[in-house]
């Protein structure tokens, strides 16, 4: 295997795919369907960054919204730094889901927070259990039941489920909560003081 020293473009890449490649002063906003060669695309612009532009791994970020599609981006990207011979630590890029790679960043820069050593992150069951075992503050909130469900009739897991489908939903969405608390829907009101 000879190492490859400067970027050779693929005779498959069509000239929008070699122009996304080649496009490195600003951002650029690419709208493709599946099948149209966009993961290709991305795995052919780090070997372009890295031959042409000199750019190391730690300079690199690729972020997805899936870990299926981060962990396909991994695989495809080392194979084709191991076809082209080129030294590179794919460990060093930032390279993964959104989350991910907050996280390491977080990890990275922790010396800088107020997060004390030994903090850790909760996955989905955890941050459910947190709230089942807290479930009764929930069910004091005015209109619980039209998101929980009756007392009776409602286990405290499912509810719990609910408490953190509502919240998450939410969070993702990155909706105001003083807005929120503004609404005369008594569900709205309700899942304002869930968020709070």
């Excluded at 000879?2 to 650029?28: C, M, N, S, W």
């Excluded at 030294?87 to 990890?107: A, D, P, Q, V, W």
Aim: net charge negative; hydrophobic share 40%; proline share 1%.
């Amino acid at each position: 295997m000879t190492k490859q020293t400067k970027y050779e473009f693929d005779k498959y890449l069509d000239a929008e795919k070699v122009e996304a490649i080649k496009h490195t002063d600003g951002p650029l906003l690419i709208i493709a369907g599946p099948g149209s060669g966009k993961t290709k695309t991305l795995v052919e612009k780090v070997v372009y960054l890295v031959l042409e532009k000199g750019l190391k791994a730690e300079e690199i970020l690729i972020a997805t919204f899936t870990q299926k599609a981060a962990s396909e981006l991994i695989t495809r990207i080392s194979n084709r730094i191991i076809d082209c011979g080129i030294k590179f630590n794919l460990n060093e890029m930032y390279i993964g889901t959104l989350h991910s790679i907050f996280l390491r960043i977080l990890e990275e820069n922790r010396i800088h927070t107020d997060l004390s050593r030994n903090y850790r992150m909760l996955d989905d069951f955890e941050l459910n259990y947190l709230i089942y075992e807290n479930i009764k503050r929930f069910e004091e909130i005015e209109n619980c039941r039209l998101i929980l469900g009756e007392k009776e009739e409602t286990s405290n897991w499912t509810k719990s489920e609910r408490v953190l489908k509502n919240v998450s939903k939410i969070s993702k969405e990155l909706l105001d909560i003083k807005e929120l608390k503004k609404s005369e829907d008594a569900v709205i009101l309700a899942l304002a003081e869930f968020y709070e």
